[in-house]
């Protein structure tokens, strides 16, 4: 059973705005590091933004500042990304990601090895 469901992909228009959820499935991560990767078709994934198992610090990849925000809500077990202002360039499989040390740390972890536990994805298109 997977871990992580991502859900709110879909297709918007240059300009728009979408929000992704993911939510633990059977277990909880409260107290880990969340984050969010994106792959786009024929190209590695790479990290878009995460957040620190506190809540209490974040980080983003230089292209998506100012547009996007990683959010959790602790007592629904869920984490988001609010994107705003999307580009056909942030076009991708967006996927959710959480750590393995349950530390309660003010780390925001950016480095695919850094997490254990994967979604599935959900797609994002945008569209000129």
């Known amino acids: 059973q997977v871990p992580l469901v991502e859900s709110g992909g879909g297709l918007v228009q240059s300009g728009g705005s979408l929000r992704l959820s993911c939510s633990a499935s059977?277990?909880?991560?409260?107290?880990?590091?969340m984050g969010w990767f994106r792959q786009a078709l024929g190209k590695e994934r790479e990290f878009v933004a995460s957040?620190?198992?506190?809540?209490?610090?974040?980080r983003y990849t230089d292209s998506v500042k100012g547009r996007f925000t990683i959010s959790r809500d602790n007592a629904k077990n869920t984490v988001y990304l609010q994107m705003n202002n999307l580009k056909p360039e942030d076009t991708a499989v967006y996927y959710c990601?959480?750590?393995?040390?349950?530390?309660?740390?003010?780390?925001?972890?950016?480095?695919?090895?850094?997490?254990?536990?994967w979604g599935q994805g959900t797609q994002v298109t945008v569209s000129s």
């Open positions: 990601a959480a750590d393995n040390r349950n530390d309660y740390s003010n780390y925001a972890p950016y480095e695919i090895y850094e997490y254990y536990y």
């Open positions: 059977g277990r909880t991560f409260v107290g880990y590091a």
């Open positions: 957040i620190s198992g506190t809540g209490s610090n974040t």
